[in-house]
């Protein structure tokens, strides 16, 4: 058993720049699910759009790195405006459905051969993404005790962890104003909120948005970390990673996706890498688990952990009970 | 280039990826690839949030046997770019090959039919010749060639979908595959819809209740040698039990007493789902398998359609079931009760009606038709781990197209979206089938939200 390299990895993916990215997914499904009470399943869709704009903007048209992310947030938009529109007067599981159904058309179409030439099929697009970005960076890489970055995986989790605190202070500021009030408000109880005469369809219709934005900037730094995209990556498991990730750290908090992630990805690596170690040591027989049957088992244990937390602890660690009274609709 | 610390001995482990040399990260990754989308997936979520390499720029592909499904040795491969210079490669043992090539552009990938094995040809003559465009530098393009059985020159016996010129003749055919994909998608979704309607539970793990039936008689049939008729019976009657009876039991029924709340019993399901569909591939095994008998069974014709007989019984067994379950609801006293529950569970249990059995009722029919549902997909594609997620979605599409929680209107919306997803290939690919579907489910939802049976009221 290699401890050492276990805790690197572990510790090193706590922060790493899966956490940063799924992180980034999970504070846009706190706004919709935490706040607002909205059932968002396609935050992978959103993602996809993020990574998608970057990729065929800068990659294959050549664009700027910065107006590719602006097409990539109105892209976001007007997909959530697409989503909102039909599914936000219904009940809380049509817009499930829905998201689900759309994140899905995403990942087929920019998987499907069709379209090979201009979104690269399943094995998507690689190249250049961000040379200028990565060009700006000052450092080197890091390998201190149990951190373990290259220089340009250093970077991408700087800056990310940065997005990460603007979009948190963000949150923060948003619903301690009236307009977090009403959300939240909406959340309780959405017939009290309407005779007040407030406009909850366009409340929804902002959260949806807005968290959409913020998932559509995962895929942003999804695409620029790995300099590549692949439909795969925003299938819908990525979707309930970030539920698990949201739920874990406390919904409705706005430490709680931060944390969660943290939490979430350290476990993730952590059991993979033991039970990695302890079959190539021969503790646990090849017979029962192969190595290439390590990430399943990871899979198994992510519903499991959805299951019992949801039964158990819907509140995370951190969140209130009481501000999750998400039902009765 | 910064080389990792430790060169892994042995297994393509998902998390040793990280520790590799960065040669040994491109084959593990080459490795993974090839394990088509099982290995896509958690190489996605494993390794590929790492920067990816500068990778050559070039072409690949994988040679396979339709049957089987293993790799082709010794197939013969040209590549022909814009200069004109041709490179020849062949297929190594597993089938994979690799060309690099010196700059992106244009490029022809030329298959030589007679390096195929004998009984093997190009499914459609037509692609011999692959034109692909390696979009940018740094980026290996797979090309695909599809093979099946047959000899060059005859055409092989790929579908008929594959010929263009005869489109609007093919209406028949697709109206009748489109049936009975659609009588699939019914049996899983009478069984969603009135789970739904008397519990309000939006079950995503409904999709492995298809699978279960699926995999479960693929397991008495393949593994411990029953005849197919009996082990789908036999699979029927152990997905109704565990993926019903004991899972209502077991998981939904204590949920009620605890009273957890609906959205919760969603996030449940998404949990239960996620476990089940993995566990299913830890025990089966990413690869689509068929059913010892009737896996290639030759078509009969009637007038202008193409059916195997196979497809004509389960889909008649199928039209029956849901003929029983249609009586059963309107006839019975038992359906009556259920129908009664999904009214108003209140007011039938004040009326003397036994909600919990009714309920229970419910699950173990509709994990029963589920299953059945995956034993006719299991005759027409073959059965996988992720079988029933796959047409999850399509099933969902079908319950709120009729009308959430009605039973009818789920046998309704489904025939419909099978329909609609056969039939749009005449206009939209056919890899995009399911997708036109989707897209209608959506329009469907802003234009009539409580379905074509659904009652209408303000919700939400």
């Not at chain 1, 989503?83 to 087929?108: H, N």
């Not at chain 1, 993730?268 to 088992?297: K, M, P, W």
Request: aromatic share 10%; glycine share 12%.
């Amino acid at each position: 058993m290699d401890w050492l390299s276990i805790f690197q990895n572990s510790f090193t993916q706590m922060v790493g720049v899966a956490a940063v990215v799924y992180c980034l997914a999970a504070l846009g499904v706190n706004i919709q699910f935490g706040y607002a009470g909205l059932l968002n399943f396609g935050q992978a869709g959103f993602a996809a759009i993020g990574a998608y704009a970057v990729a065929v903007l800068v990659v294959t048209v050549g664009w700027p790195l910065w107006l590719a992310i602006i097409c990539g947030v109105i892209g976001s938009i007007l997909f959530g405006l697409i989503l909102g529109v039909p599914t936000l007067r219904l009940r809380a599981d049509y817009l499930a459905i829905v998201t689900i159904a759309a994140a899905e058309i995403i990942r087929q179409v920019a998987r499907s051969v069709t379209l090979n030439d201009y979104l690269g099929g399943s094995d998507g697009i690689s190249g250049k993404y961000a040379a200028d970005w990565y060009a700006l960076n000052p450092f080197e890489g890091i390998d201190f005790f149990v951190l373990r970055f290259s220089k340009n995986d250093l970077w991408v989790v700087l800056n990310g962890w940065a997005l990460v605190a603007i979009i948190a202070l963000l949150t923060w500021l948003l619903m301690r104003s009236p307009w977090g009030r009403v959300l939240k408000s909406i959340r309780e109880d959405e017939d009290a909120v309407r005779s007040l005469g407030k406009n909850v369809y366009l409340y929804k219709m902002q959260a949806l948005v807005l968290g959409g934005v913020i998932g559509s900037l995962a895929g942003v730094i999804f695409a620029m970390a790995a300099q590549s995209v692949q439909p795969d990556n925003y299938a819908t498991t990525l979707t309930f990673y970030v539920y698990v990730i949201v739920i874990l750290g406390g919904a409705a908090r706005v430490f709680g996706p931060i944390i969660g992630s943290m939490i979430f990805w350290f476990l993730l690596v952590f059991i993979s890498e033991l039970l990695n170690n302890a079959v190539r040591a021969g503790y646990i027989s090849s017979d029962i688990l192969s190595t290439d049957q390590i990430g399943q088992v990871r899979f198994m244990l992510v519903g499991i952990g959805l299951m019992l937390l949801m039964i158990f602890r819907p509140q995370g660690i951190f969140g209130d009970k009481k501000e999750l009274a998400l039902d009765e609709r | 280039m910064r080389t990792r610390l430790r060169v892994v001995d042995d297994g393509p482990g998902l998390l040793a990826h990280r520790r590799d040399t960065r040669a040994g990260l491109l084959r593990r990754r080459w490795a993974l690839r090839s394990l088509a989308g099982v290995g896509a997936l958690l190489l996605g979520l494993g390794a590929s949030v790492l920067p990816a390499l500068a990778a050559d720029t070039g072409l690949k592909g994988t040679v396979k046997d339709p049957v089987s499904g293993s790799g082709i040795a010794g197939v013969s491969i040209t590549v022909t770019g814009a200069d004109g210079t041709p490179q020849t490669v062949t297929t190594a043992a597993d089938g994979t090959w690799l060309v690099q090539v010196p700059s992106a552009g244009k490029y022809e990938v030329t298959i030589d039919q007679t390096t195929l094995p004998d009984g093997l040809t190009l499914a459609d003559q037509s692609k011999v010749t692959a034109k692909v465009n390696v979009l940018s530098e740094g980026r290996v393009q797979t090309v695909l060639f599809k093979l099946a059985a047959g000899t060059a020159g005859e055409g092989g016996t790929a579908p008929s979908a594959d010929a263009p010129a005869s489109k609007w003749s093919q209406i028949p055919q697709l109206t009748v595959d489109g049936l009975i994909f659609g009588i699939v998608i019914a049996l899983a979704a009478v069984g969603l819809s009135l789970v739904f309607g008397t519990t309000k539970l939006t079950n995503f793990a409904h999709g492995e209740l298809i699978a279960l039936g699926g995999l479960s008689t693929y397991f008495f049939n393949g593994v411990v040698g029953l005849p197919l008729i009996l082990s789908a019976a036999l699979a029927v009657v152990v997905s109704a039990f565990v993926g019903g009876w004991v899972q209502n039991r077991y998981l939904w029924k204590p949920l009620r007493k605890r009273g957890t709340g609906l959205i919760a019993a969603l996030v449940v399901s998404i949990g239960l789902g996620l476990f089940l569909r993995y566990f299913f591939l830890f025990i089966f095994g990413g690869q689509t398998r068929s059913f010892d008998a009737y896996a290639g069974q030759a078509g009969i014709e009637i007038g202008p359609v193409l059916i195997t007989p196979k497809d004509l019984i389960s889909s008649t067994i199928g039209i029956l079931l849901i003929a029983l379950t249609t009586f059963w609801l309107l006839k019975t006293q038992a359906g009556k009760a259920t129908r009664a529950v999904a009214d108003n569970p209140a007011l039938a249990s004040a009326s003397g009606i036994d909600v919990e059995k009714v309920i229970s009722t419910v699950w173990v029919l509709g994990a029963g038709l589920a299953s059945f549902s995956g034993i006719m997909l299991g005759l027409q594609v073959g059965v996988s781990w992720q079988m029933g997620f796959t047409i999850l979605l399509l099933v969902f599409a079908g319950s709120v197209l009729g009308g959430l929680g009605t039973a009818f209107g789920a046998i309704l919306g489904s025939i419909i979206v099978g329909l609609l997803v056969q039939l749009s290939t005449l206009i939209i690919p056919t890899e995009l089938k399911y997708v036109g579907a989707l897209v209608v489910l959506i329009i469907i939802l802003l234009i009539r939200p409580q379905g074509i049976l659904g009652k209408a009221e303000r919700i939400g």
